[in-house]
């Protein structure tokens, strides 16, 4: 599928109406496309979808794919039967993409891909069309009544080929608090990787936006200092593995979620 440039390099991001519901509620997971934690529905059909996953407090994991699946348009309505912190995971298949070897590179630079802009210049290929396949991995965090200390779904591996983890559940921190941010990338450490954040606060304003990098095990802290709506997003490239179908693979990987604060119905007393 032959697609324009500016479809590719743009954020994907699962957003429900709301991050803290009752237990028992419906949530719809918005499917968004975009760039600065703004855009439009993302008009991918169902055969796009690889996976989508609900992990439950407890520890059970649900399969929705067959479901979500069942018509031309996705269905990603949600029942949060449980109590506490339930993460939702939505993998795609590939999409391709050809650009010409200018287009590419400026693409390259705008998303912080040096690593790839050296390589192509080492293989003299910087005039060179380029053929890209790219794939989206987006998980959400959603709050259903109150957290509880035995809870740790919100930690939990979905097993995406590039993903993000958090080491404490925002649901239950205080203004102040630094979050520790794991990326793993083929299930391991992704050590100086760039992580796009924006904080979209709840009492309004401009969104705020943050440029963090990995340590050598794949870790980055983000300082929440106000309550908000969250997004996280992170890109790789690496070299196709089949050169006779495509030049490069991209993947993209976001992570929403909300910090609450002390406004948190969900905090632990």
């Keep these: 599928m032959l697609i324009a440039l500016g479809a590719s390099a743009s954020e994907f991001w699962l957003q429900p109406v ?8 419906c949530v719809h997971l918005g499917r968004w496309v975009g760039q600065q934690f703004r855009g439009e529905r993302w008009s991918g059909n169902s055969q796009r979808l690889e996976e989508l996953a609900h992990l439950q407090p407890g520890g059970t994991r649900a399969n929705l794919t067959a479901t979500a699946r069942q018509a031309d348009t996705l269905q990603t309505s949600v029942l949060l039967k449980q109590p506490g912190t339930h993460m939702l995971g939505f993998r795609t298949n590939n999409a391709t993409i050809s650009m010409t ?4 590179t400026d693409y390259l630079r705008a998303e912080g891909l040096s690593d790839i802009l050296a390589l192509r210049q080492r293989r003299r290929q910087t005039t060179a069309p380029a053929r890209e396949r790219y794939r989206r991995c987006a998980k959400t965090l959603i709050q259903a009544g109150r957290a509880t200390p035995t809870d740790t779904t919100w930690q939990r591996h979905l097993g995406h080929p590039l ?3 958090l080491e404490q559940n925002p649901y239950t921190l205080r203004p102040g608090a630094a979050l520790t941010v794991v990326v793993l990338a083929a299930g391991r450490p992704a050590s100086n990787q760039t992580v796009q954040a924006w904080l979209r606060p709840h009492a309004g304003g401009s969104t705020q936006h943050f440029t963090l990098h990995t340590n050598n095990n794949g870790r980055t802290l983000l300082r929440l200092l106000h309550p908000a709506d969250i997004l996280l997003s992170i890109v790789r490239m690496e070299p196709y593995a089949a050169p006779a179908e495509a030049d490069w693979q991209s993947t993209w990987a976001t992570l929403t979620f909300a910090f609450p604060g002390d406004k948190s119905p969900s905090r632990i007393n």
């Design 101 to 104: 070897g200018a287009e590419f």
């Design 163 to 165: 993903e993000i983890l």
């Design 18 to 25: 709301r991050f803290v519901v009752a237990p028992g509620s």
